[in-house]
């Protein structure tokens, strides 16, 4: 009979009682004699399994009990007044249990339907409801209030409700997604347990209560119920009664922590309990008598109390974090409630500890441990004079609550105090002496290495030495250390394009030099520490100016640009990020840029990247005495345009476009920033040096990863995955020149070697793209060719989103902002704008084919940014398409749905300005159209690379399926196309304008070949995965896009062929089946009957697996082999 019952007791939480009725009725040998003792802890379980006495009845002469004994009117010494009504709100806390419980027995399904459905609370008042849950807490489905200060603070520093956020948090953890993917069942589950004492037992409570003062003035009996409701909430039921610490709740946290803290007292485990219950009874009381006024007062002592255990669990899992497997876990959620209080009182402190606690890997400031970090941070906190937490109430164990003071009681710093950064290079709004300090750091580095004291160099590396960190109220609460950057370059730079680029450059199956990429810069200093050769140690002080403060610059550079855009916008406003804060990020940049003690055009004087600018200048400028180069100059100057844009239009708040401008400076400052680095490499490679060659091949190569894949991947396995030996210094040069395009470089800006001209180049010789020689004006043509730049970065960065940070979601909202905006930021002033204003231009009706379009999309002119837009958020079809499929369908749509309208916009709009006799503008808009097919990336000699990714690349990749491929090896439709364009530039040289509309319109009928083969290619290849004849995943994404591409003129032309099409390509998507989608034989004979009613030459789409496209013609057996 124990076994049969037991395991009923064991579902009540109690775990301490549980096991020793388990010891004394199952393992040892029943004594008679514990009778009476079993009796009483039984009956302690009673109200968890919904007995009372009078169901059980009593037995003999044995001790029995009443109802009275199990009295609900006590909950560690506060007495609800609705006992019942409360008693089963408390035992939401049987559902902690049970979730925890089937955790651990790796039952996550049974788990989350506990969690979403609820299992121990029956709302009897309310129908509605039903069962309620921990989800519907995190729903607000109880209450619905949220007008009280700790839900804003929630909802401004993670943009989401408090809700939102443990229930994303629980999900992830059962789900084993996100931050929790590699985490361990043990972790997931105290990850899951901590969410509910942490923040849905804190944040429900405090609505209840909340809520309870709202209505303490009009509805007493509701308020009672709700304040009675918020105790509930902390405590639970496991707790009542129960002399040991089972609870799943807050209340439970708080005597969990107190050994740990020296907080204990005799009643309720903690003196901060012992002051909740006083203040719990205290503002039932002063409800009771309508003292609606006082209750506020003891409400904002009660969330003075509760911010103590929160705290606390921070602490106790900061220290652990070496010591037990699920502390980095649980200290993570345990922060999560925290963040929020400690920003309110100073960002950087919560800046430092969300780096630190985060998981699965917690950044290190300076090198200190977790717990020092978060230590420092608090004590910042803690002796702010608005704090509004009892200090004292914490830790009687560590000195958490002195002063802080520097150890020659220095005074604290202004930081509100403008710097003039090294004797006026730059004048900063704010005080970053702090950050230009880090130079000292550097010559450090460079003196302990220069004495062969590596140790102290590694010791100055890893745990800073000069650049302090203030909290608001200006006192030290750390240190800043170089391999700080780098370490934290992972959670901090995760949106920040420049960084995606060199992790994606720099990434072997995710790694560097045999670690993480997203620690790279770290790797590789810790990796010439190492050595045992001084030619590599000594080069110690230059890599982290190349590779660590060179990134931390593009990062202030791209945060300044964030907190710019987001002030247009008080309400998308992340709490750590003001309009103010935009001038302080650009100005951290300048500090980090020039450094301590710099003397203008001086190469010997400063430490960072001012210094190595002068000094790789003098090889390739004549710069005067006294004089700065004009790399500085221009980066000095881009520095202050930055911000006085800031100052002018108040941190971005004058319009909604102001930060555009600020993008459009950062835009030009990072790739001048990348200047010098490639002086150096130049140089270096000039005198043979190999040691410097891979560091500053390292330090710039990946700035061009997202340009020609072929070529920087050739430069990588020569100059970063190889030593350099002997090369071809030239044709390196030759490599890397034809990239600069793609950064908005050019010769001018790089200069030439003053002492070897194997670095010479000249800007005015490139006029061509893949063999075509443009005619107008060279910049316009080239920034329109960079579309597929932009293309190619929003790939990259939702690759990296899902293969590298594990966060998708991010990776979607960075790539949206690069569509929005461009990657590669359009000139002031140009016709050239981003991905996204083509893809809404408003000049489409010059096309003939686009009311076709607007036809076939219902009137949705912007059809390819609808479609774009759903892919980027998860919307419409796409709700249910996974994160790669999304990604798939994105970089479709940009190369061919985006770009095939954009080319016969351009095309068209030239034949309007021939009309017009306006020439030059017609000339120029041909070369556009042809930039827009050919893209940038296929590079300059004939017929172009294989790197290309816009309509060009796909007729050369598709000629090879459907044998069209010109004896050139390019496929004959572009070379057909090509002709048609110098044919119309000849026409618009003539004044021709009859005969370049012909032209057009055969250019248009020619653009549809590659896309019509494009969709017959991939109904192909879907049909092979569907009878599994492939180790392919199919081509679903890039079938619905190219389909959709062609599908209004196919519609126009043949409806009932665009039907087929349709039900084959489109219909269904994401979750396409056999045999609906597995029939190419479909798409082809529609596509077959359709092209009769065009101008499209069928002989130009040539065959496939067997079957001639334009007869129809085939073998069932040659198909089938195919």
């Not at 909740?276 to 003075?304: D, M, P, Y």
């Not at 800073?464 to 960190?469: E, L, P, R, T």
């Not at 490499?681 to 040096?689: H, P, Q, T, V």
């Not at 503008?921 to 556009?928: C, G, I």
Request: charged share 20%; hydrophobic share 40%.
């Amino acid at each position: 009979f124990s076994f049969a019952f037991l395991p009923l007791l064991n579902t009540c939480g109690r775990g301490e009682e549980f096991d020793i009725l388990y010891d004394m009725l199952v393992i040892k040998k029943f004594d008679e004699a514990d009778t009476d003792d079993v009796l009483n802890a039984i009956q302690n379980f009673y109200n968890c399994l919904g007995f009372t006495c009078d169901d059980i009845g009593n037995y003999g002469l044995r001790p029995g009990c009443t109802d009275s004994d199990l009295s609900l009117d006590n909950m560690m010494g506060y007495s609800p007044v609705n006992s019942t009504k409360t008693n089963m709100l408390a035992k939401l806390d049987l559902d902690a249990v049970a979730i925890v419980q089937l955790m651990s027995i790796e039952n996550y399904d049974l788990a989350r339907d506990i969690y979403v459905n609820g299992y121990s609370y029956y709302d009897y008042d309310n129908a509605e409801y039903g069962f309620v849950s921990l989800y519907d807490l995190t729903q607000s489905a109880t209450i619905g209030y949220d007008d009280f200060t700790t839900y804003k603070l929630f909802q401004d520093y993670f943009q989401q409700s408090p809700g939102d956020l443990a229930d994303e948090t629980i999900t992830n953890a059962l789900d084993q997604q996100s931050n929790f993917v590699n985490a361990s069942g043990p972790q997931r589950l105290e990850a899951v347990k901590t969410v509910i004492s942490n923040i849905i037992s804190y944040v429900s409570s405090l609505e209840a209560f909340h809520f309870a003062v709202d209505q303490c003035n009009s509805n007493s009996e509701t308020a009672i119920t709700a304040w009675d409701g918020g105790v509930a909430l902390i405590i639970g039921s496991i707790e009542s009664g129960s002399p040991n610490n089972d609870g799943y709740f807050l209340y439970a946290t708080s005597k969990a922590m107190c050994d740990d803290f020296a907080t204990c007292a005799e009643e309720n485990g903690s003196y901060a309990n012992n002051q909740l219950i006083q203040r719990f009874t205290q503002g039932q009381k002063q409800i009771t008598e309508k003292s609606c006024s006082n209750v506020q007062q003891t409400l904002e002592a009660i969330e003075s109390l509760l911010a103590i255990p929160l705290i606390q669990s921070m602490l106790y899992y900061a220290d652990k974090d070496s010591q037990i497997e699920t502390a980095g876990a649980a200290g993570y959620v345990s922060s999560l409630a925290v963040l929020p209080i400690i920003d309110s009182l100073d960002t950087e402190s919560s800046n430092m500890v969300e780096n630190a606690m985060s998981f699965p890997s917690g950044s290190q400031t300076s090198g200190q441990s977790k717990i020092e970090i978060i230590y420092g941070a608090l004590k910042s906190v803690l002796t702010d004079p608005s704090s509004f937490i009892d200090c004292e109430l914490i830790s009687n164990a560590h000195p958490l609550c002195d002063d802080v003071q520097d150890p020659n009681n220095a005074i604290p710093v202004d930081v509100d105090e403008p710097t003039t950064i090294s004797h006026g290079l730059y004048i900063a709004k704010n005080y970053v002496d702090d950050r230009s300090a880090i130079a000292k750091d550097v010559e450090e580095i460079q003196d302990f290495v220069d004495s062969k004291d590596i140790e102290g160099a590694k010791l100055v590396y890893k745990h800073g030495s000069n650049s302090k960190i203030y909290s608001k109220n200006g006192m030290p609460i750390g240190i800043r250390s170089i391999s700080s950057f780098s370490l934290q370059a992972g959670s901090e730079m995760q949106k920040d394009p420049t960084y995606n680029m060199f992790v994606y450059g720099l990434s072997d199956e995710n790694d560097f030099l045999g670690k993480s990429v997203l620690n790279y810069a770290d790797t590789f200093v810790n990796s010439l520490f190492e050595s045992s050769e001084r030619r590599w140690t000594s080069l110690a002080s230059e890599a982290v100016v190349a590779l660590h403060i060179w990134m931390q610059v593009a990062h202030k550079l791209h945060a300044a640009y964030d907190a710019c855009k987001l002030s247009k916008n008080a309400s998308e406003r992340r709490s750590v990020i003001e309009s103010s804060d935009a001038s302080l990020f650009l100005d951290e940049a300048a500090a980090y840029w020039i450094g301590d003690n710099q003397s203008t055009g001086s190469s010997s004087q400063g430490h960072l990247l001012y210094a190595l600018t002068e000094k790789i200048g003098e090889q390739f400028e004549n710069i005067s005495a006294g004089s700065q180069s004009a790399v500085n100059s221009r980066i000095i100057d881009l520095f202050n345009q930055a911000k006085n844009h800031i100052a002018i239009t108040n941190g971005c708040s004058t319009s909604q476009d102001a930060h555009l401008e600020l993008r459009s400076i950062v835009g030009n400052l990072i790739p001048m920033m990348a200047v010098p680095l490639l002086r150096c490499l130049y140089y270096y490679l000039s005198i043979g040096d190999a040691e410097r060659v891979k560091l500053y091949a390292i330090s710039v190569l990946p700035v061009f990863s997202h340009c020609s894949p072929s070529s920087y991947l050739e430069l990588k396995n020569d100059l970063i995955d190889h030593d350099f030996n002997e090369v071809d210094k030239e044709y390196i040069f030759f490599k890397i020149r034809s990239m600069y395009d793609c950064l908005g470089l050019s010769c001018d800006v790089v200069g030439s070697l003053l002492g070897d001209d194997f670095a010479f180049c000249d800007d005015s010789s490139m006029k061509a793209l893949a063999g075509y020689f443009f005619r107008t004006d060279r910049s316009g043509v080239i920034e329109a060719s960079r579309i597929d730049v932009d293309t190619r970065a929003i790939d990259i960065f939702i690759n990296n989103g899902m293969y590298l940070f594990q966060d998708s979601e991010v990776a979607f909202a960075a790539s949206f902002e690069c569509y929005k905006y461009g990657h590669n930021i359009a000139v002031t002033g140009s016709n050239h704008g981003p991905l996204q204003s083509l893809a809404t231009s408003s000049d489409r009706d010059v096309v003939p084919a686009f009311s076709a379009f607007r036809r076939y999309f219902e009137d949705d002119d912007d059809y390819a940014d609808s479609i774009l837009v759903d892919a980027f958020i998860g919307n419409g079809v796409f709700e249910n398409a996974n994160a790669d499929e999304r990604r798939r369908a994105i970089a479709f749509i940009l190369r061919y749905m985006v770009t095939h309208m954009s080319i016969q916009e351009k095309i068209h709009t030239a034949v309007e300005y021939c009309k017009s006799n306006d020439f030059d503008n017609a000339a120029s808009a041909l070369d556009s159209a042809v930039a827009y097919l050919i893209g940038s990336i296929e590079g300059e000699e004939d017929g172009g690379s294989y790197d290309g990714n816009l309509i060009y690349m796909l007729a050369k990749r598709m000629c090879v399926h459907f044998g069209t491929c010109a004896a050139t090896n390019n496929a004959q439709v572009n070379e057909h196309i090509i002709s048609l364009f110098y044919a119309g530039q000849g026409e618009v040289e003539a004044g021709a304008c009859g005969s370049l509309s012909k032209t057009v319109n055969k250019i248009d009928a020619a653009l549809l070949v590659p896309l019509i083969q494009g969709v017959i290619f991939a109904s192909l290849e879907n049909e092979l995965y569907f009878e599994a004849r492939t180790t392919s995943e199919g081509l679903f994404p890039e079938g619905y896009v190219l389909s959709q591409s062609i599908l209004p003129i196919i519609n126009d032309a043949l409806p009932s062929a665009a039907k087929d099409i349709q039900s084959v390509m489109v219909d269904g998507f994401p979750n396409q089946t056999s045999p609906a989608a597995a029939n190419h034989m479909k798409v082809i004979l529609a596509i077959r009957d359709a092209l009769r009613y065009t101008a499209v030459d069928c002989d130009q789409v040539g065959s496939i697996a067997g079957v001639n496209v334009c007869t129809g013609a085939f073998d069932a057996s040659e198909v089938r082999k195919s």
